[in-house]
């Protein structure tokens, strides 16, 4: 089931939603599931990261809810449109089932920074934690119980706001350079991993 709301978030629910309350994977997607590519908008370039499938596999095998939440302003900066983020999804997900990982949902935000014309605050633009509450609400999540894996400290602060137990940051791309800011988000609620 795909919902667009245009102004604020892409929805893709992917797999039914069980009755009880299970934990989550959450995950970063350019440059933490995926590599790196600035305003990825041609399905061709995307690239699985063999590291973070792994974990999306441990997870699947586990019964967790795999859940990708991903900042795409390119949409919001006019760089590409919805039906792009939907076709470079489509791609991720045949390269994912090709080595027998799923995904159950993926949440897009479309917000640039502020200072790139983005709302002053907007509820879903990572680090803000709208995303991962928002797929709680739609997936039937247990928050505590649950994780992120991202490349930059706005994907570990936001799981911190969202009341995750823990986040990993990889250390890849964007994870070298935000390690001593990711590092300081520790405290005796939530875990910081690398």
Avoid at 39 to 47: C, F, I, N, R
Avoid at 52 to 71: M, S, W
Avoid at 92 to 116: E, G, K
Wanted: net charge negative.
């Amino acid at each position: 089931m795909k919902i667009v709301e245009k102004a604020n978030l892409w929805v893709d629910i992917r797999a039914p939603v069980p009755a009880d309350k299970r934990s989550a994977l959450f995950l970063d997607r350019d440059g933490t599931l995926i590599e790196l590519v600035d305003y990825l908008s041609d399905p061709s370039a995307v690239k699985l990261i063999a590291d973070t499938v792994l974990e999306v596999r441990k997870a699947n095998e586990a019964g967790e809810a795999v859940v990708i939440v991903t900042n795409q302003s390119g949409v919001g900066r006019g760089y590409y449109d919805w039906k792009a983020l939907q076709d470079v999804q489509a791609r991720l997900y045949d390269l994912l089932s090709s080595v027998a990982a799923t995904v159950d949902a993926t949440y897009a935000c479309p917000h640039p920074p502020p200072d790139a014309g983005g709302p002053e605050h907007s509820r879903y633009r990572k680090p803000a934690p709208g995303m991962l509450i928002r797929a709680s609400e739609d997936l039937n999540l247990d928050l505590a119980r649950s994780r992120i894996i991202g490349d930059s400290v706005s994907d570990l602060a936001a799981g911190k706001a969202a009341g995750l137990a823990s986040g990993t940051l990889v250390s890849w791309g964007h994870g070298i350079r935000d390690w001593e800011a990711a590092r300081l988000l520790a405290d005796d609620k939530f875990t910081v991993n690398r």
